[in-house]
């Protein structure tokens, strides 16, 4: 085996090169001169509506926790009337922002690059032994085919194969490790897959960090109480009916959960739950404020048609939302909201919110689209 004809050179961003590596010298460069702030029209906006919040924060008695804070901020931003001011405002929130689950994540990304970069280097290793091993066995066997006397040709014979078996040793020592770093990455991939807090099929949160944040929300709201919503939201009967395969489905729901997310706050959650049912936690909000916000939001789904194919579709949608209890489980919640949310469509009616007795939606779920056995959508392919 010629290892000049194998292309090994992966040298990249990801994997530097498999040979040692050199840090380069750091040149020095001349410290910038510090840039004097200068109060424009935006940073004064922003200024007032900072204040604004607080003092809102401050008459609704609401703890200046980071998340109330932003929770107010943004109602106040969000009331400004200069479109342009608030949106530059809103660029400059959305890029401070970082999460430590993305820097979680970008870490075991970065991680299995490594282990993928060891196994490479086993992969060129073996190579190596195959090669050796092939030029010995050639040697070998040249000298065996000189031999004249038979048992100096069983001899020579028997060194050949027990270097072969001690090629075989190291062999089955770099298939193993091979193996071995291909399961530490399949571990950290199940781990992320397991964890991740977005759903990258729908542009939603997940439901495993959905029900996560539900259960925070109420082991925190003991010692930091605050009003909350929780809703449950469906395609409208007119709509589902339409459902009747996939990719209309999918479609449907990706644009759905679009328009919902882009018209609720910044921290309100978004998630799937199965079943053609969405949900959301609406943060920092008063009953009347959370029925005000679900009817803006199916107006804005009321009003957008997409086209999938030669059929055109009115994203409809019904909504069932309570008030937050802490004093309550999320399953049992998520229950009370899906129960709002079947009497709505029973009702014919696009949202119903308050509280309910204790229920079990899933035993008396009357309502069903097309796709509900879909699941989580594990077995589609969107493109």
């Known amino acids: 085996m010629n290892l000049d004809e194998l292309d090994l050179d992966v040298s990249n961003d990801f994997f530097g090169n498999l040979d040692d590596v050199g840090l380069e010298g750091v040149k020095n460069k001349k410290p910038k001169k510090p840039n004097t702030a200068k109060q424009t029209d935006t940073t004064k906006k922003l200024n007032s509506i ?14 200046p926790l980071p998340e109330n804070f932003e929770a ?3 109602k106040t931003l969000s009331q400004e009337q200069d479109e342009g001011v608030r949106e530059r405002i809103k660029a400059m929130v959305e890029s401070a922002n970082h999460d430590s689950r993305l820097i979680a994540l970008e870490k075991t990304f970065n991680d299995n690059f490594s282990t993928l970069k060891s196994v490479l280097e086993h992969l060129l290793t073996l190579c190596k032994y195959m090669s050796a091993m092939e030029n010995n066995t050639e ?10 006397n038979p048992l100096g040709a069983q001899n020579a014979i028997k060194v050949l194969i027990n270097e072969i078996r001690g ?17 530490d990455m399949y571990a950290k991939s199940s781990t992320i897959k397991s964890n991740a807090i977005y759903d990258t ?4 949160y997940s439901k495993s960090f959905f029900i996560h944040t539900l259960e925070l929300e109420c082991e925190n709201g003991t010692e930091f109480p605050r009003n909350s919503a929780l809703v449950a939201f469906a395609p409208s009967r007119e709509l589902g009916a339409q459902l009747s395969n996939q990719n209309k489905l999918v479609t449907t729901f990706k644009n759905i959960a679009r328009i919902v997310s882009k018209n609720i706050g910044a921290k309100d959650l978004v998630s799937y739950l199965g079943g053609g049912r969405f949900a959301m936690l609406l943060k920092n909000v008063q009953a009347d404020g959370a029925i005000k916000l679900c009817e803006e939001v199916i107006k804005k789904c009321k009003q957008t048609n997409i086209f999938i194919g030669d059929l055109e579709l009115n994203l409809s949608i019904v909504m069932g939302g309570i008030v937050f209890d802490i004093s309550k489980t999320p399953e049992s919640m998520l229950e009370e909201a899906k129960k709002n949310l079947d009497e709505a469509l029973v009702e014919d009616k ?3 919110f308050g509280k309910t007795g204790a229920s079990n939606s899933a035993n008396n779920d009357d309502f ?14 969107i493109s």
């Open 139 to 148: 040697k070998r066997l040249a000298e065996i085919s000189t031999i004249t």
């Open 350 to 352: 696009p949202l119903k």
């Open 50 to 63: 900072s204040k604004q919040a607080m003092k809102a924060l401050e008459k609704d008695a609401i703890l």
């Open 72 to 74: 107010y901020f943004e």
């Open 167 to 183: 090629f075989h040793k190291q062999f089955v020592l770099q298939a193993d490790n091979i193996s071995r770093s291909y399961r």
């Open 368 to 381: 069903e689209i097309p796709g509900d056995d879909f699941g989580d959508f594990d077995d589609f392919e």
């Open 201 to 204: 099929m729908l542009g939603i």
